[in-house]
């Protein structure tokens, strides 16, 4: 009986470090998203009109049985307000959802994947670099047509994630043959690892569906997730949730501008904030809307006015510039810095051809028409306010030194690489770090001995070494985020020096702590 308990605990926890992921984004919050917080306890029944009770309706994606949704369903009831805040959360965003899905001819249900992909937290990055409500990495971005520049991330727009998602999902559900089941898996790990589960069971004469294949543990539990969400939102009376309702009818719309345009401005024609107008433009990450054609999203009621006074507006003050003469020791980059700017954006409007500019050269920079501070959610404010946020632990902030890496940083420190990725909302890993880059570490103080005590009396710790052979393309931080343990762990069990690189079939020790009765 008691060891029931134990396994039933050990399986709990394993589940809340799978939802890690898109838990730790749901502590963020805009405070402007939503006019009034719901205080709501009791279960709540769906209305009509409710967008919620349409979604339920149009619910085609089944389980096996109840029980692939026991232990995701029973982690939702022990926290009952999680799910609560991601449907509050979710309300400015989730018609858009609905209708692109819709329009695409997609089992409606997909609208529920930003639930566990990101919280409905547009703003939401993970350690693997991946960002927005669809968590979209850069090189898949890309690949669908999502902006990454120094004005917008369009990973994080609602509109362009939303499209480039549901085009991405179709793909794989043509790959896979009409498989929901293996297409919303492989959106989760990626195509190539689920097509080899596949071909593996076939090969043994096995059967090939989600529920039979050999997966990534994070994917066994991304499938059933999304499907435990579906049964929640189905019936939140049954498993005592609180869901915010949403109005079943398009609250924004889309207009487009094809001028580089202030926020200040769009504030002041509106009477939008600064916070409403970044919540549903998450993609904008400086003061201004990108340099090219821009899809801008406003509430319904704001477009006519905002239409009115754009029209009304010289287009020459649409942005401010100063003219300014080059001094000594100055450079691109540090103009770029200095004026909030950017090199590319500076070199384009003065037509220069490289990174060379001349002593009392005369040329012309964009600057915002307010204060850095007024642009409340912009990049360069959330990175102010990360660094200036508190979380358990000693807080340090490391200046970037010519020379040093992530790896390097996180050895230093003795934390994961992909904790500093995290907490920085690190974008692009692969370009290096930029030197006087101020980076946030979290140390987390160690356990005395005594509560160590208190928290091991359920069990005993058991050490188990697991042997794994190095395979082409593998480093120590991908070995180490894999098994969940440090690089400095890895190089002390196996003796290995700093920089002498791994070998292809090389054996590594792991060491590895369970807990048994």
């Known amino acids: 009986m008691q060891g029931a308990k134990i396994l039933r605990l050990i399986l709990f926890i394993s589940f809340f470090l799978l939802s890690f992921s898109f838990a730790i984004s749901d502590v963020k919050t805009i405070s402007t998203q939503s006019s009034t917080t719901v205080h709501q306890k009791s279960p709540t029944q ?107 991330d369009e990973r ?78 189905k019936n939140p009376h049954k498993y005592g949730q609180t869901i915010t309702p949403v109005v079943d009818e398009a609250k924004l719309e889309s207009i487009y501008i094809y001028s580089q345009l202030d926020l200040s401005l769009i504030s002041q024609w509106t009477g939008l904030s600064l916070e409403d107008i970044y919540t549903l433009n998450p993609d904008l990450n400086r003061w201004a809307t990108n340099t090219s054609i821009y899809e801008l999203l406003l509430p319904i009621e704001k477009i006519s006015e905002f239409k009115k006074a754009h029209a009304a507006y010289p287009k020459k003050r649409q942005l401010n510039y100063k003219y300014y ?89 003795n934390v994961p690489i992909e904790s500093i990725v995290k907490w920085n909302d690190l974008i692009n890993i692969t370009k290096g770090l930029q030197i006087g880059k101020k980076l946030i570490i979290w140390k987390v103080p160690k356990i005395k001995a005594s509560k160590l005590k208190n928290l091991t009396k359920i069990g005993v710790n058991v050490k188990r070494t697991i042997i794994y052979r190095v395979r082409s393309g593998d480093n120590l931080s991908m070995i180490a985020h894999k098994f969940g343990v440090r690089v400095s762990q890895l190089r002390k069990w196996n003796k290995l020096p700093v920089k002498k690189p791994l070998k292809i079939g090389k054996k590594l020790k792991i060491i590895k702590s369970i807990v048994k009765k």
């Open 46 to 152: 769906l209305s009509k009109n409710n967008l919620w009770k349409r979604i339920s309706k149009g619910n085609t994606l089944k389980p096996r049985s109840y029980k692939d949704l026991y232990w995701h369903i029973d982690w939702f009831k022990k926290n009952p307000d999680y799910l609560m805040r991601v449907t509050k959360r979710a309300e400015p965003y989730l018609y858009l959802v609905v209708q692109e899905i819709e329009k695409a001819g997609l089992p409606i249900e997909l609208a529920l994947l930003p639930i566990v992909e990101s919280a409905y937290y547009p703003f939401s990055y993970s350690h693997g670099t991946a960002s927005g409500l669809w968590q979209f990495i850069p090189s898949t971005g890309k690949l669908y047509g999502l902006r990454q520049n120094y004005w917008v």
């Open 156 to 233: 994080r727009s609602v509109i362009h994630s939303t499209r480039a998602a549901v085009a991405y999902l179709k793909n794989l559900y043509k790959l896979f043959n009409g498989d929901w089941l293996l297409a919303i898996a492989s959106y989760n790990s990626g195509p190539g690892r689920v097509q080899k589960a596949v071909a593996r069971n076939k090969i043994k004469g096995m059967k090939a569906n989600f529920w039979n294949i050999s997966l990534p543990r994070e994917t066994k539990g991304y499938v059933p997730r999304l499907l435990a969400v579906m049964e929640l939102i």
């Open 325 to 413: 003469a080059v001094k000594f020791g100055d450079s691109l980059d540090k103009l770029a810095k200095k004026f909030n700017s950017s090199v590319a954006y500076i070199k384009s409007i003065n037509n220069i051809k490289n990174l060379k500019i001349k002593y009392g050269e005369k040329i012309i920079i964009p600057i915002p028409k307010k204060i850095k501070n007024y642009y409340s959610l912009s990049e360069d404010q959330r990175t102010k306010q990360r660094l200036n946020s508190q979380k358990h632990g000693k807080k340090i902030i490391h200046k970037v030194v010519k020379g040093e890496n992530l790896w390097l940083i996180s050895n230093s420190y």
